[in-house]
């Protein structure tokens, strides 16, 4: 019984964890730079995306809507789609929170997560920065 109540705290606590990390990330975030495999993308293809995070749910929207599921710890994501283009895919990233500057390193593969906050030289990364919408 004793093994029992200690392994139901431990979860509580690391859900508490979890949702004390998503929550600092919540709110409406604007697309002010981009970049994929070392190359930065022009300022107009930021223009007019947003990404809502609410709890432990997103809404990316740019050409399309993109929505699903996000958890994080301290400095890492993990990013599941439900609906969009990205439905039914899994993503592994690196963040870092500064003031109202959002920055996320994403790997799109999926296979591990990010070691530093770069594409250089890596094709299926993705870096975004946001700053909070007023």
Known sequence: MRLLSGFLFF?????CSNQNHVEKLNGTWELVAQEIGGMKLPVTASLNQT???NGEEYSMTAESVDKGTISANETQLDIFGTDGPNA???FKAIY?????????????SG???PEEFSTDGKAMFFMATFEKAN
């Open 11 to 15: 979860l509580l606590l690391v859900g």
């Open 51 to 53: 990404l809502v995070i």
């Open 111 to 113: 296979d591990s997560y």
């Open 96 to 108: 870092k929170l500064e003031n109202d500057k959002l920055t996320i390193c994403y790997n799109l």
């Open 88 to 90: 039914g895919k899994a």
